[in-house]
């Protein structure tokens, strides 16, 4: 700040001396007592000085005053703007134009309401967690101590406790795969003689009827015969559980020497039953053409030729087909291999002729239908084959089997391997 000049009286108040200039310092008397003098008015002459118009600051042209006066009177009746950020209670503080604060008592209040005093328990409260306490620390010590007591022991025989806990339930072990289970052997004889297909007692009708449709065609031909498969399961299921065998039903398919549809090939010129896939093979040319010269004819052929193929596949599940196969393989000369097929062309035949007396009534069997029947099964054998070979047995024995068969509806009638070997010439 620049040095000002000092006016001629003295200094007042407020001022200081300038270089220089000395004024020497009263001397205080400590003992005169310290006293303030007589006053004087305000409109003294001698204080002039005081009243003296004071002289502005120097302007700094390089300082920036941020204070630019009051701020501006808000417009009557306008929301006054509260202090933001304020963490006072009782609202906001008032700034600016705004009235003096009003409100009545202190204009801050306590912060938080006062700490509540320490909870006091009672001695029977104390008393009882201290108990508690050392119950529980008693408890923790006992059972380190049998811990480290069983660990002891678990070193010195690892083997005296179990590591895995055992379920209440025992568990079942799985078979060994590499254990193979030996079926115990029954020769031949005594599977084809004795076998408890012959105890299943008579077959139960299953009230099923001709299939309605029409074999006029080779997909109508092959529908008709499958059509008929559901009703030979149900009378055929039950005699083979009953025998304590497996069930199961067998496939139906055309037969076509261009694209074999079974497991078994040849030069087969009928239909025939592969034991190999469990199939019947259907020759529908041959049912066509007896179709077209007599319908009811050929519907009453078509279904004793499928009874007769199932019958194959009853010998299969009961595992007859297999012993008379191996019989028939190990015959010494071709006279008796021939004999072993008669005998289970023959049983075929008549477990086909116990199926359709078993349903006689619902195929309707009887009259015309039934003297059909008899007629094509007197006429049916080896006296009919081309090649004339007695591999399927004569018309005699076509009748001497199918006829009773038909008319017990058992299989009990169908023994072909314990008669002679006349009766199945």
Request: with cysteine.
């Amino acid at each position: 700040m620049p040095d000002e000049k000092p006016d001629a009286a003295a200094p007042g108040a407020g001022h200081f001396l300038s270089e220089g200039e000395s004024t020497p310092l009263p001397t205080v008397n400590r003992a005169q007592p310290i006293a303030l003098g007589k006053a004087r008015a305000l409109t003294d002459p001698g204080e002039s000085a005081l009243r003296r118009k004071a002289r502005p600051l120097p302007v700094d042209p390089e300082a920036v005053s941020v204070y630019s006066g009051p701020p501006a009177a808000p417009l009557p009746g306008a929301p006054t703007t509260p202090l933001t950020g304020t963490r006072r209670t009782g609202g906001a503080r008032r700034v600016g134009w705004n009235r003096p604060y009003s409100r009545a008592g202190a204009q801050y209040t306590q912060i938080g309401p006062p700490p509540p005093p320490p909870r006091q328990y009672s001695k029977a409260v104390i008393a009882s967690l201290s108990a508690l306490t050392l119950v529980v620390t008693a408890s923790v010590g006992v059972a380190c101590f049998k811990a480290i007591s069983s660990y002891d022991s678990s070193v010195d025989s690892p083997l005296s406790r179990p590591s895995v806990h055992k379920s209440t339930a025992p568990v079942p072990i799985p078979p060994d795969p590499t254990v193979t289970v030996t079926v115990p052997y029954v020769p031949n004889l005594v599977r084809l003689q004795k076998n408890d297909i012959y105890k299943a007692g008579k077959l139960a009708s299953a009230n099923c009827k001709e299939p309605s449709i029409k074999p006029n065609s080779q997909s109508a031909i092959l529908k008709y015969y499958q059509a008929m498969v559901p009703c030979l399961d149900d009378v055929w299921a039950p005699a083979v559980k009953k025998a304590k065998y497996t069930f199961r039903s067998p496939k139906v398919v055309l037969k076509s020497p261009k694209l074999p549809q079974s497991s078994c090939t040849g030069d087969l010129d009928t239909t025939y039953y592969c034991p190999a896939d469990e199939t019947i093979a259907i020759d529908w040319q041959d049912d066509l053409k007896r179709y077209k010269q007599a319908p009811l004819e050929a519907r009453l052929w078509m279904m004793s030729t499928m009874a007769h193929e199932y019958g194959h596949h009853v010998q299969q599940m009961t595992e007859m087909l297999t012993a008379s196969d191996s019989e028939e393989a190990g015959a010494k000369d071709a006279a008796k291999k021939l004999e072993w097929s008669r005998r289970t062309e023959l049983q075929a035949t008549c477990f086909g002729a116990a199926f359709l007396g078993a349903n006689k009534v619902s195929f309707g069997y009887s009259g015309n239908r039934l003297k059909i029947w008899e007629f094509q099964t007197k006429h049916s054998g080896d006296e009919y084959n081309p090649k004339k070979e007695r591999d399927h047995g004569s018309r005699a024995s076509q009748w001497f089997w199918g006829g009773p068969a038909f008319k017990s509806a058992s299989p009990a009638s169908c023994n072909t391997f314990t008669a002679s070997p006349k009766r199945v010439g």
